[in-house]
């Protein structure tokens, strides 16, 4: 089985500054992983998804993220964060080549871009 | 396509009474997923089908929650009785098969009193 941490419910930051959200991941097989973003009000929305081939994976928006799998993570980052970034953040892993597919998704962190 | 497609919006029931949510996968979608969304518990799976078929119902809390999905375009979940526990937002969810994301609804918002 799988599952996700997000250690952080909650990362404050001003506007401009650089951000990471960190995840981590548990399973005995190989995994996919995704970062999904969800403004007030609204459903998810996928940011961006690591399948295979480069470790690092990006998104229009400028967020990155890097599958490091020593260290089992998926850290999300961005250099320059705007007050537009301000929503809830979720990582979420699927077994990859499982007969499943379902996603697993950690319990998210606010953003909370300040002026 | 429109996306995946909830029903309703929000929900204002008494305990007690029968709820009903409703879903519209994004068709070719194949594999479709009810998620419950509360401050306390995040993000749960609730169950999900693969091609019409239930796979895993593991997450669903207790006998008064049932789901459907009569066709491929078509998914229910039903709570009977509902209590004022269930209150949360349902998000439903379909995807293309594996090695895919995920693509969400706007979710219903249940308030039982």
């Known amino acids: 089985a799988q599952s996700v941490t997000q250690l952080d419910s909650q990362v404050p930051v001003f506007e401009e500054a650089p951000v990471e959200l960190r995840c981590n991941y548990s399973?005995?097989?190989?995994?996919?992983l995704f970062w999904y973003v969800q403004y007030p009000n609204q459903g998810l929305q996928l940011l961006l998804k690591?399948?295979?081939?480069?470790?690092l994976v990006e998104s229009i928006n400028g967020f990155e993220a890097e599958f490091n799998k020593s260290q089992t993570s998926f850290h999300l980052r961005k250099p320059s964060v705007h007050i537009s970034d301000t929503a809830e953040y979720f990582c979420?892993?699927?077994?990859?080549?499982?007969?499943?597919?379902?996603?697993?998704f950690g319990t998210g962190t606010l953003l909370a871009v300040q002026p | 396509d429109a996306g995946v497609i909830q029903s309703p919006r929000h929900e204002v029931t008494e305990m007690g009474q029968e709820v009903t949510l409703r879903c519209k996968p994004i068709?070719?979608?194949?594999?479709l997923f009810w998620y419950r969304q509360t401050m306390m518990r995040g993000l749960e799976l609730l169950i999900y089908?693969?091609?019409?078929?239930?796979?895993?119902d593991s997450g669903m809390p207790e006998d008064r929650f049932s789901a459907k999905m009569p066709n491929a375009s078509f998914s229910t979940l039903k709570i009977q009785p509902s209590e004022p526990r269930d209150s949360a937002v349902y998000f439903c969810?379909?995807?293309?098969?594996?090695?895919?994301?995920?693509?969400f609804g706007q979710g219903t918002r249940l308030t039982v009193v």
């Open positions: 068709s070719g979608h194949n594999s």
């Open positions: 690591y399948l295979s081939g480069s470790t």
């Open positions: 969810a379909s995807n293309g098969g594996q090695n895919t994301e995920a693509f």
């Open positions: 089908f693969n091609n019409n078929v239930p796979i895993d």
């Open positions: 399973s005995s097989v190989s995994v996919y």
């Open positions: 979420a892993v699927s077994a990859n080549g499982g007969a499943t597919n379902k996603l697993i």
